[in-house]
């Protein structure tokens, strides 16, 4: 079908819409176009490579998503060189049910271009929050299929804080996809991971972040805090705890009392010695 014949069909089927679809038609072109140059706004795509996307992102965006604590910080470039230091520590759960089986996050070889990057950011005259965009192709359907991951990274005059919206997310294309396709990036509020995601290597000065202003499952699984003492929880958090961890056995602190009775019954019988017996009371107590 050639130009004049298509704009004859759409010439034809404006026409044939009641007064009230014309309206409504316009309506969501207007939405649209406005909503596309809003989200442009927000993000801005500033570095990019085959497998890899910058995006700088606006103030009043990133402030909305963020934990509220988070979103207080001032940001600072000083510290963006330890981007890839940080990442390299990140190793990430492969199997849903073996609890152990870990391996690196951001593959060593994208690195350098990360290692880049953050150098060209640490000089910036004006700080910014930044969003980063990587993907892994599927070694058996490398066109239509991808593992996603996407994070943001604030930097302040102290340390660094990445907070991750994807991580490993399987992504499959009806075609082969295009740059545009794989980049596509939907904001939205960051929400604690209540699972075993991360696991950091580093243990100085690095921790996952934990909410205080939260009586229970305060812990972020998907947000790692390094070298900001404001936000690092006591003692800091390497992994997602497992649940074991979090809550002994109530049957394990009702034999505490039990024990103590007994232990008191044994010096009464003088089965053991005065200094035995506060020995042995001293740790039931600590376990307690």
Known sequence: MNNTNRDTVFYLFINSLTASAKIFCVLILIFFVY???????KIKLIDSSASLAFFEVEEEEWKKIFPSEISLLKV?????????????????????????????LVPESYLPEIQKFAEKIVNSEEPKVYLCIFKLDDILSPNVKILKTSFY?????????LLFHEMNTNITFQTQYSFE????????????IYRPELWLRDRQQTSLYKDKSRSKNGIYGNIIIFNIPELMPNPPLFRYPKEDENNP???HWKSVPEKLKALEEMRKNKLITDEEYDRKKTELLKEF
């Open 35 to 41: 909503g596309c140059s809003s989200f442009s706004r």
């Open 76 to 104: 600072n470039s000083k510290n963006f060189n330890e981007l890839t230091n940080l990442l390299k520590s990140i190793q990430y759960k492969r199997g849903v049910l073996a609890y152990e089986d870990w391996d690196v």
């Open 153 to 161: 990274i604030l930097s302040t005059e102290n340390g660094l804080v």
């Open 181 to 192: 396709d794989w980049v596509l990036f939907h904001p939205s509020l960051i929400q604690p």
């Open 249 to 251: 056995p109530l049957e």
